[in-house]
């Protein structure tokens, strides 16, 4: 009963494999950081926000 406050829409072109099992598992394991989750709340720029995610990915990958 909690209302939703962020979307994540994944686009993946139809022969791309499991990658897209990637790219959700990506997003997951970013929104389990609690501090990302609050920047990515208080951001309204769509171009801060991909740069945040960009970013953040690239943290968790290494």
């Keep these: ?3 939703v406050d962020l979307v994540f ?3 993946a072109p ?3 494999g499991a990658d897209h099992l990637k790219a959700l ?3 997951a394991r970013m ?3 609690g501090d990302t ?3 990515i709340r208080g ?3 769509a171009v801060a926000i991909h740069a945040l ?3 953040t990915q690239a943290s968790h990958a290494a």
Excluded: C, F, Y
């Design 1 to 3: 009963d909690q209302p």
């Design 9 to 11: 829409l994944l686009l």
């Design 14 to 16: 139809e022969g791309a």
């Design 25 to 27: 598992s990506r997003i």
């Design 31 to 33: 929104l389990r950081d």
């Design 37 to 39: 989750v609050a920047k």
């Design 43 to 45: 951001t309204r720029d």
């Design 53 to 55: 995610l960009s970013d």
